[in-house]
């Protein structure tokens, strides 16, 4: 258990730097609390209740009487373990100066502010591999953007794959010392157009101007949107003033959580979680999750624009958008597109890629493998994933025209 002796520490970040040989793992998990034992310990009265004792008692009832004591998470003071952290996502950027801005990493998931951090790091081996991990880094600031900040989402259950409208409302509790803040950041888990699906955004009940200084934009990987304002610092004036994102979003996994971050503009890299809870009195979910149907493909919705286009360098119709969604994967997993003659020739395959739940889409400029203009004709366009139900396709018809 690791004290970084505040209670006031906001987490940011977390990067490694290792080696995850074929067919190895390493699995890196994280909680956060306020006391210095995520454990608490009971005993039984003679009532029956199990009631909280200090750990000294507990050990000497344990010696004597092991069925009349126990031990349990304080979920009071602890987080639970996150999920697993992607170890692709977290890999340290060796190129970039250590000094340098963390501009690599991923964002640590478990709740701030909090004084304690525990790690969990298990490595899994092979017969004759064993991967291996160098350093691991953390990113935090001691003076927290906000007191607690904590969001909900609704709805909290859709019926289908199709854009839904959601409503992301988040609430600040600020008090002296905190540093505020003038940016909100939500992981909507695939592409957002801020433009058209970005509908509105109120600060403290009023709108604000999407079109001029606080134009929404997208994130670098094109995962999440990122929403500005005027800066929450005063607790007097800014204490609990809710921030409303309504925006139309996909969920291609169940019970994707629409993670958030709030953070300043001029420290992009110092940004503090937002915890599930409740956040307004309108929506009864309290969390930031939202559910699914269950069944169905995990490759769905491959759509192919245009049908036809013509490659000939001339700046129009010289490409297409070979678009597909993956459902409710919670590892990413390698994802193939190739085109093929209607022969049976392979004529490209474009970049492989490794991918979780989310939509995509890869364009193809009508060359081979080596970099030939494909005849005209017809072509298919083929996407493959490999997944634990073994390989799952999904076949489109395009069409090369000069």
Same mark, same amino acid.
């Given at each position: 258990i690791l004290?970084?002796g505040? +209670?006031?520490?906001?987490?940011?970040k977390?990067r490694?730097k290792g080696?995850q040989?074929?067919?190895?793992?390493? *699995?890196?998990?994280?909680?956060?609390?306020?006391?210095?034992s995520p454990?608490?310990f009971?005993e039984?009265?003679?009532?029956?209740?199990f009631?909280?004792v200090d750990f000294?008692?507990?050990q000497?009832? =344990?010696v004597?009487?092991?069925?009349?004591?126990?031990r #349990?998470?304080?979920?009071d003071?602890?987080?639970?373990w996150?999920a697993?952290?992607d170890?692709a996502s977290g890999?340290?950027?060796?190129?970039?100066?250590?000094?340098?801005t963390w501009?690599?990493?991923?964002?640590l998931l478990s709740p701030?502010?909090s004084?304690?951090?525990?790690?969990?790091?298990?490595?899994?081996?092979?017969?004759?591999?064993?991967?291996?991990l160098d350093e691991?880094?953390?990113? %935090?600031?001691?003076?927290?953007?906000?007191e607690?900040?904590?969001g909900?989402i609704?709805?909290?259950?859709?019926d289908? %794959?199709?854009p839904?409208?959601?409503?992301y409302?988040v609430?600040?509790?600020l008090s002296?010392g905190?540093?505020?803040f003038?940016?909100l950041?939500?992981?909507t888990?695939?592409p957002v157009d801020?433009?058209?699906?970005i509908?509105s955004?109120?600060v403290g009940?009023?709108?604000i101007?999407l079109?001029?200084?606080? *134009?929404?934009q997208?994130?670098?990987?094109?995962?999440?949107?990122?929403?500005?304002?005027?800066?929450?610092?005063?607790?007097q004036?800014?204490?609990?003033?809710?921030?409303?994102?309504e925006?139309?979003a *996909?969920?291609?996994? %169940?019970?994707?959580?629409?993670?958030?971050?709030?953070?300043?503009?001029?420290?992009?890299?110092?940004r503090?979680?937002?915890? +599930?809870?409740n956040a307004?009195?309108r929506f009864?979910?309290?969390?930031?999750?939202?559910?699914?149907p269950?069944?169905?493909?995990?490759l769905?919705?491959?759509?192919?624009?245009?049908r036809? =286009?013509?490659?000939?360098?001339?700046?129009i119709?010289d490409?297409?958008a070979?678009? %597909?969604d993956?459902?409710?994967?919670?590892?990413?997993r390698p994802?193939?597109?190739?085109?093929?003659?209607?022969d049976g020739? *392979?004529v490209?395959?474009?970049?492989? #890629?490794?991918?979780a739940s989310?939509? =995509?889409?890869?364009?193809?400029?009508?060359?081979d493998?080596v970099?030939r203009?494909a +005849?005209?004709g017809?072509?298919?366009?083929?996407?493959?994933l490999?997944?634990d139900?073994?390989?799952?396709?999904?076949t489109g018809?395009?069409?090369v025209?000069?």
């Amino acid at each position: 258990i690791l004290d970084f002796g505040d +209670p006031g520490v906001a987490w940011s970040k977390i990067r490694w730097k290792g080696k995850q040989p074929a067919g190895t793992q390493i *699995r890196v998990r994280t909680r956060t609390g306020n006391t210095p034992s995520p454990d608490k310990f009971l005993e039984r009265s003679i009532t029956g209740k199990f009631l909280p004792v200090d750990f000294e008692d507990y050990q000497k009832e =344990f010696v004597v009487a092991p069925d009349q004591v126990k031990r #349990a998470v304080d979920t009071d003071n602890w987080s639970f373990w996150s999920a697993a952290y992607d170890f692709a996502s977290g890999e340290r950027d060796v190129e970039a100066p250590t000094a340098a801005t963390w501009t690599d990493g991923t964002p640590l998931l478990s709740p701030g502010p909090s004084r304690y951090l525990q790690l969990e790091i298990v490595l899994l081996a092979t017969h004759d591999q064993t991967p291996r991990l160098d350093e691991l880094s953390l990113l %935090f600031s001691e003076v927290p953007a906000a007191e607690e900040v904590i969001g909900e989402i609704w709805p909290i259950e859709v019926d289908s %794959f199709e854009p839904h409208l959601f409503t992301y409302v988040v609430k600040p509790t600020l008090s002296e010392g905190n540093g505020g803040f003038d940016r909100l950041e939500i992981f909507t888990g695939g592409p957002v157009d801020p433009e058209n699906e970005i509908h509105s955004v109120r600060v403290g009940g009023e709108g604000i101007d999407l079109i001029g200084q606080f *134009r929404p934009q997208k994130t670098l990987n094109d995962d999440g949107i990122i929403i500005s304002f005027d800066p929450l610092r005063d607790p007097q004036q800014d204490n609990e003033k809710r921030i409303e994102v309504e925006f139309s979003a *996909r969920v291609l996994r %169940f019970g994707t959580e629409f993670s958030g971050w709030v953070y300043d503009s001029s420290e992009p890299d110092l940004r503090q979680s937002v915890n +599930p809870g409740n956040a307004t009195v309108r929506f009864v979910g309290d969390v930031l999750t939202v559910r699914t149907p269950t069944g169905g493909d995990l490759l769905e919705r491959l759509e192919i624009r245009p049908r036809a =286009f013509t490659p000939n360098g001339d700046g129009i119709n010289d490409e297409v958008a070979i678009s %597909f969604d993956i459902r409710d994967l919670t590892q990413a997993r390698p994802v193939e597109v190739q085109i093929w003659a209607l022969d049976g020739r *392979r004529v490209r395959q474009l970049a492989p #890629a490794v991918s979780a739940s989310g939509h =995509f889409t890869r364009r193809w400029d009508g060359r081979d493998d080596v970099g030939r203009l494909a +005849p005209p004709g017809v072509y298919l366009a083929q996407v493959e994933l490999e997944s634990d139900e073994g390989r799952k396709r999904a076949t489109g018809v395009v069409r090369v025209a000069y």
